[in-house]
């Protein structure tokens, strides 16, 4: 079984759109993130989050929302889509915000 | 603000030749430092991290890396590449009070030569 999943895998959209990503994880972990990979392979982190604690990335625009309805799943919305958007969104999980994250395998964003 | 570099875009090796990947981070404080490898179309897995202790850290695969703060160094090495280890290679900071919100350098592109 996949450890940590999202979907969907690739996603089309044109700009002004309101779009969502799931993840969900099977690990049973406490620790949920979400990154950006942009076209030159620049991995950032956007958020990190568990049920007492969101910690947001000061650059990330506030159209950029993660929603939890439980300790599995932290879901990615974003309002208003810009080209610039356009990128690989990577979820991770990890048991304690010490401990090894683990990866999913990207949703790929399109916005045209 | 911290940074990671990886000087190095892309390196090509021939199998069974040593392999040494290149980071350099900046960081005010003492860090954490992962190495992760992403194969085309997948997600990242890590290979090996620093937390504190025995600066030569062992990883998964034959890898490993040695953190050497004078240099500000973290850089990856595998005494014999296998085809298999064709892949992106990231190195990361984590910064935070928990160390756990990763700064990642550009990545360098593994080739391997048959």
């Known amino acids: 079984d996949t450890a940590v999943s999202q979907t969907p895998k690739y996603l089309v959209t044109q700009m002004g759109n309101d779009k969502s990503i799931k993840c969900e994880q099977n690990?049973?972990?406490?620790?949920m993130y979400w990154y950006k990979q942009d076209s030159k392979k620049f991995l950032k982190i956007m958020f990190s989050?568990?049920?007492?604690?969101?910690?947001i990335n000061e650059t990330v625009p506030n159209r950029f929302s993660p929603k939890s309805p439980d300790k599995a799943h932290l879901n990615l919305h974003i309002n208003s889509l810009e080209l610039g958007d356009s990128a690989v969104y990577f979820c991770?999980?990890?048991?304690?915000?010490?401990?090894?994250?683990?990866f999913g395998p990207g949703t790929r964003l399109t916005v045209l | 603000a911290q940074s990671v570099t990886q000087p190095d875009i892309h390196i090509t090796v021939s199998e069974g030749a040593s392999l040494e990947l290149r980071c350099n981070y900046s960081y005010g404080a003492t860090p954490y430092l992962f190495w992760y490898v992403q194969s085309p179309g997948q997600g990242l897995q890590l290979l090996l991290k620093?937390?504190?202790?025995?600066?030569l850290v062992q990883g998964i695969k034959g890898f490993e890396a040695e953190f050497k703060r004078s240099q500000s160094s973290f850089n990856l090495r595998k005494p014999s590449v296998h085809w298999s280890d064709a892949a992106e290679y990231f190195c990361a900071v984590g910064v935070g009070n928990a160390g756990n919100m990763l700064t990642f350098g550009g990545g360098t592109r593994l080739m391997v030569k048959p």
């Open positions: 690990l049973g972990h406490d620790t």
């Open positions: 991770a999980s990890s048991r304690g915000r010490t401990d090894t994250q683990y």
């Open positions: 620093y937390f504190s202790g025995d600066t």
């Open positions: 989050y568990n049920n007492k604690e969101l910690i």
